[in-house]
């Protein structure tokens, strides 16, 4: 997955990520053209999620999102521009 692929896409980050902060992924995302969403529906096309996901995992596997651990979004995010890495502070 390279950041274009992100693009246009609706997203949901769900969990703890031991490696990264949340709100720096989430404007890097957004700076790559993706939505991010609050909660997973229909609309949501990626998950990422950290430890502990929950419900929010549960929904996305029984509507067929794809889904993704924290290791495949630092991929993503060291891929993108420099401006948009997000490492924890």
């Not at 609050?38 to 419900?55: C, D, P, Y």
Request: glycine share 8%; aromatic share 4%.
């Amino acid at each position: 997955m390279t950041p274009q692929d992100l693009a246009g896409k609706t997203i949901v980050l769900t969990g703890k990520f031991s490696e990264l902060d949340r709100a720096a992924a989430e404007a890097a995302l957004v700076r790559m053209g993706a939505t991010i969403g609050a909660s997973v529906t229909k609309a949501t096309q990626i998950l990422f999620v950290g430890e502990r996901a929950g419900s929010k995992l549960a929904k996305a596997q029984s509507l067929g999102v794809a889904v993704y651990d924290e290791a495949a979004l630092k991929v993503v995010l060291a891929a993108a521009p420099a401006a948009a890495a997000a490492p924890v502070p």
